[in-house]
């Protein structure tokens, strides 16, 4: 069970670093607020490279684990990627928030390359692909870390 987590932890990253890639090449570093105050939130540096962070330290953490078979570490391993996630949702929650707000009708849509948050520029299948290896990879670290599947 654990090297099954441990892959899909993988393939989750590549994800997230794809994704990662498209959001500070389109400045989502430099990105500033919305005009208005009732205008959707952006994915904010510290939110974004926080999921970054945790996820690639209990991805390091879960690498020890499955090296020194650690029940402490699964565990911590765990812990993380259940605070990972719910930066994850908080994104996605974000992300899907902005889709709708900018969703252009025939009349609307404009002939050159959209514009707007650097996130918006995410394909589908990758956000999509990234949260269900996520969710998968949060329910194989728990059945690890109870010990199913040793």
Same mark, same amino acid.
Do not use: C, K
């Given at each position: @069970?654990?090297?099954?987590?441990?892959? $899909?932890?993988? &393939?989750?990253?590549? /994800?997230?670093? %794809? @994704? &990662?890639? !498209?959001?500070?090449?389109?400045?989502? @570093?430099?990105?500033?607020?919305?005009?208005?105050?009732?205008?959707?939130?952006?994915?904010?540096?510290?939110?974004?490279?926080?999921?970054?962070?945790?996820?690639? $330290?209990?991805? %390091?953490?879960?690498?020890?684990?499955?090296?020194?078979?650690?029940?402490?570490?699964?565990? !911590?391993?765990?812990?993380?990627?259940?605070? %990972?996630? &719910?930066? /994850?949702? *908080?994104? &996605? /929650?974000?992300?899907? +928030?902005? +889709?709708?707000?900018?969703?252009? *009708?025939?009349? *609307?849509?404009?002939? $050159?390359?959209?514009?707007?948050?650097?996130?918006? +520029?995410?394909?589908?299948?990758?956000? /999509?692909?990234?949260?269900?290896?996520?969710? *998968? $990879?949060?329910?194989?670290?728990?059945?690890?870390?109870?010990?199913?599947?040793?």
């Amino acid at each position: @069970m654990e090297w099954a987590a441990l892959i $899909t932890w993988v &393939l989750t990253a590549g /994800g997230g670093f %794809v @994704m &990662l890639a !498209i959001w500070l090449g389109n400045g989502g @570093m430099e990105q500033s607020s919305p005009a208005s105050a009732g205008a959707n939130p952006l994915v904010r540096p510290p939110l974004i490279l926080g999921h970054f962070g945790l996820a690639a $330290t209990g991805l %390091v953490l879960w690498i020890i684990y499955v090296a020194s078979d650690s029940d402490a570490l699964a565990w !911590i391993a765990f812990a993380l990627l259940l605070v %990972v996630a &719910l930066l /994850g949702f *908080t994104m &996605l /929650g974000i992300w899907l +928030r902005q +889709r709708s707000a900018s969703r252009p *009708t025939a009349e *609307t849509a404009p002939a $050159t390359a959209p514009s707007g948050p650097a996130e918006q +520029r995410f394909p589908v299948a990758i956000v /999509g692909a990234h949260g269900v290896l996520a969710a *998968t $990879t949060l329910v194989l670290v728990f059945l690890a870390a109870i010990g199913i599947g040793s």
